[in-house]
């Protein structure tokens, strides 16, 4: 069961960026190993059916079950006490990953208003973090039943060594980047 990303990435990505970056084999091909999406949500100190809703959009929206992060220490002035609830997150991998970075690309982001596309800054290590303002984007998400708006963080970790190769692969895979590097 190969989306046709993954297909693409084999017989597309792989060789066009051993021309890129003259590659002696393909073993030094960066590769998508996993996108990390991440919503902190402070006010769920107060209100704990955020964490539950938060869970099933994410869960919706990924396909696979998100699960609550808890905080690592008190905090008094937050009202924030150790192994709280304060985010959700979920680890997509193989199929799943593939799948939503194509439904991201080809479905979610167009439905950004104002869209001119994203920014084009990685982390020195090769790998990119998404910020998106609003879960409704996502076309899973039903509008009607939404009582407060949320946004993300997507990280895309890859094998790349340097930003340059890093950026090469996710441009390859259709992110549409702002101002494109070269």
């Known amino acids: 069961m190969s989306t046709t990303l993954q297909k693409d990435y084999k017989e597309r990505i792989v060789p066009a960026l051993e021309r ?17 999406i991440n919503q902190g949500i402070g006010a769920a100190t107060q209100d704990k059916k955020l964490i ?14 998100a699960v609550a ?11 924030l006490r ?27 982001l167009p439905r950004i208003r104002d ?20 879960q409704i984007i996502f076309p ?5 039943n939404i009582n407060k708006l949320m946004g993300m963080n997507i990280t895309f970790v890859t094998s790349a060594r340097t930003d340059e190769e890093g950026y090469a692969l996710l441009k390859h895979f259709g992110l549409p980047f702002k101002n494109a590097k070269k």
């Open 140 to 144: 899973e998400i039903n509008i009607d």
């Open 115 to 134: 869209f001119k596309g994203i920014e084009s800054k990685l982390d020195g290590r090769g790998n990119y973090t998404l910020g998106v303002t609003e």
């Open 52 to 65: 539950e809703t938060a869970i099933a959009e994410l869960t919706a929206i990924t396909g696979q079950k």
């Open 20 to 36: 890129e970056f003259n590659y002696t084999t393909v073993m030094q091909v960066p590769r998508l190993e996993k996108i990390v």
């Open 82 to 108: 150790k192994k709280m609830p304060v985010g959700v997150r979920v680890t997509l991998r193989r199929e799943r990953m593939y799948e939503f970075l194509e439904r991201l690309v080809r479905v979610a």
């Open 69 to 79: 992060t808890l905080s690592k220490k008190d905090i008094s002035n937050f009202k």
